[in-house]
């Protein structure tokens, strides 16, 4: 009985193994933590320009409005920058993630294998 058992366990496996290989690989991740790193990035691989330029011209004005204004006009409020921008990065990974999971983004080599090729 353990080994139909076994083997059934084995039989099952091989034939999640051999489907999920089937799927189409998305590799919608690599926007998402390049927008999380640095807001905007995502969206530029996406091919995104505007939405690209908004995210990166927001995550600047928030470092660059938020120490400003926390050092010369509210001191003690430049903590809350560190805070904003990251649930901005956080923000534009999601967004980016979205996106991309949506148009199906994957990134392989080329057929020369020299450079890298993008898909939607």
């Not at 998402?32 to 905007?40: C, E, I, K, Q, R």
């Not at 923000?91 to 993008?118: I, R």
């Amino acid at each position: 009985m353990k080994k139909v058992l076994v083997l059934g366990c084995v039989v099952v496996g091989m034939m999640f193994v051999s489907f999920s290989s089937l799927a189409a690989s998305s590799d919608a991740w690599i926007p998402g933590l390049a927008s999380f790193v640095l807001p905007g990035l995502g969206q530029l691989l996406n091919d995104d320009m505007d939405k690209a330029i908004l995210h990166f011209a927001v995550g600047v004005g928030i470092s660059a409005l938020g120490w400003g204004i926390g050092w010369y006009v509210l001191p003690g409020a430049w903590y809350l920058t560190p805070t904003l921008y990251f649930a901005w990065s956080i923000y534009s990974g999601y967004d980016a993630y979205k996106v991309a999971k949506k148009n199906h983004f994957t990134l392989g080599l080329v057929e020369n294998g020299v450079g890298f090729s993008y898909t939607f």
